[in-house]
T-cell receptor, first 111, second 115 residues
Framework: RKEVEQDPGPFNVPEGATVAFNCTYSNSASQSFFWYRQDCRKEPKLLMSVYSSGNEDGRFTAQLNRASQYISLLIRDSKLSDSATYLCVSNGGDSSYKLIFGSGTRLLVRP | EPEVTQTPSHQVTQMGQEVILRCVPISNHLYFYWYRQILGQKVEFLVSFYNNEISEKSEIFDDQFSVERPDGSNFTLKIRSTKLEDSAMYFC?????????????FGPGTRLTVT
């Protein structure tokens, strides 16, 4: 079983749409969770950390369900500039700082 | 805004040669990392470094690899006797800021091509 699993997509949505990505992780000892975005041939850029209480940053909302080992990202009012690959990430387990990346979900926002 | 920098942006080397990839982490960060991404694949952890020693490493990080912090600002990854399968994008990252110590920030990467 993959450590962090995501639907590869692509998700093809019109501008202004709301889109949701889901992710599952296998290591119940993981403590930290993140969403990164990655543009083609560029570095991963931190989008947001994910907390148990859920967190929101502008148009982006992230949720964590520890019981189901499930993480989600909601993007509202999609912009053309949101087109990228979204990487679901967990840490390697209790007291581990290594990041475990999912393979990413590709988002294409069309005019 | 502080950022991680890496040099060179692209390195071409022949199989069997040694390469050194360089990184300057964010200045007040305490933890440093190397990751790699083979074209079309996911980002993979190689090694983490704290307090001048390796704190964690993956199975990929074998005796062919080494890391060093030669001075107060640089963090290097050395790959000895490169192989074709070492061709990848290598990302340096750092973390340990006061506000969110576990958030890792990545440099722009070095594209390594082994011929």
């Amino acid at each position: 079983r993959k450590e962090v699993e995501q639907d590869p997509g692509p998700f093809n949505v019109p501008e202004g749409a709301t889109v949701a990505f889901n992710c599952t992780y296998s290591n119940s000892a993981s403590q930290s969770f993140f969403w990164y975005r990655q543009d083609c041939r560029k570095e991963p850029k931190l989008l947001m950390s994910v907390y148990s209480s859920g967190n929101e940053d502008g148009r982006f909302t992230a949720q964590l369900n520890r019981a189901s080992q499930y993480i989600s990202l909601l993007i509202r009012d999609s912009k053309l500039s949101d087109s990228a690959t979204y990487l679901c990430v967990s840490n390697g387990g209790d007291s581990s700082y290594k990041l475990i990346f999912g393979s990413g979900t590709r988002l294409l926002v069309r005019p | 805004e502080p950022e991680v920098t890496q040099t060179p942006s692209h390195q071409v080397t022949q199989m069997g040669q040694e390469v050194i990839l360089r990184c300057v982490p964010i200045s007040n960060h305490l933890y440093f990392y190397w990751y790699r991404q083979i074209l079309g694949q996911k980002v993979e952890f190689l090694v983490s470094f704290y307090n001048n020693e390796i704190s964690e490493k993956s199975e990929i990080f074998d005796d062919q690899f080494s890391v060093e912090r030669p001075d107060g600002s640089n963090f290097t990854l050395k790959i000895r006797s490169t192989k074709l399968e070492d061709s990848a994008m290598y990302f340096c990252a750092s973390s340990g800021g006061q506000i969110a110590p576990d958030e890792q920030y990545f440099g722009p990467g070095t594209r390594l091509t082994v011929t």
